[in-house]
């Protein structure tokens, strides 16, 4: 957030896109890679690990869920606690949602694509 309050809309969006991006590539490269066919899966697994743990490290406060099942069901856990406060649907968290939502799809096909 901004030092007013406001939220930095193209940060939220481009972690988001960012690391399900890199995670899919990861994904993609050590599962269809041919050169990589004769690695054993505990290696693969811990590269996957690896990488699943970069990009959750580098989210700078944006807490980048890069799974667009959690992050629909994260927001509306949180609009509903919203209403149980008296909040209206018009919450701040509800505003959020489409970006869970939505940019992890945009960032697995970009890595789909380019793979």
Request: proline share 3%; hydrophobic share 55%.
């Amino acid at each position: 957030m901004s030092p007013t309050g406001d939220i930095y809309w193209a940060r939220l969006v481009l972690q988001e896109i960012i690391q399900t991006f890199l995670f899919t590539l990861a994904y993609l490269v050590l599962t269809f890679e041919p050169t990589l066919v004769k690695l054993d899966r505990v290696v693969k697994g811990f590269c996957l690990s690896f990488v699943l743990t970069a990009c959750f490290e580098m989210n700078l406060g944006s807490k980048a869920l890069m799974n667009p099942a959690m992050g629909f069901a994260q927001s509306t856990y949180m609009v509903a606690l919203d209403n149980r406060n008296g909040s209206t649907l018009g919450s701040d968290e509800a505003q959020y949602m489409w970006v869970y939502i939505l940019m992890p799809f945009v960032g697995a096909a970009i890595a789909v694509l380019l793979f």
